[in-house]
């Protein structure tokens, strides 16, 4: 049977990436709560501007999401390659 520090002793980055993948979920979880917060707020301020505000938050959220499912990808092949 192949123990745990076997894996770690063959591929160190193994040790280290899922803790990499847990920063990078709460730092992406952070920003986007922020984000649509921010967002919120200006649609309570003008209600009349909802529209364009919520066109504008659209494409900097996916993008965020993005990033963070980019660099879960990037901690995966970590481990595994």
Known sequence: MIG???IFAANPGAAFAPLGA???VIGAAIGI???A???A???ARQPEAAKDISGA???PLFLLE???IIALVVC???VVG
């Open 4 to 6: 745990i520090s076997s």
């Open 22 to 24: 847990g920063m990078i």
């Open 33 to 35: 709560g922020m984000f």
């Open 37 to 39: 917060s921010a967002a």
């Open 41 to 43: 707020n200006s649609i």
């Open 57 to 59: 938050v659209n494409l």
């Open 66 to 68: 993005g990033v963070a």
């Open 76 to 78: 995966i092949l970590a």
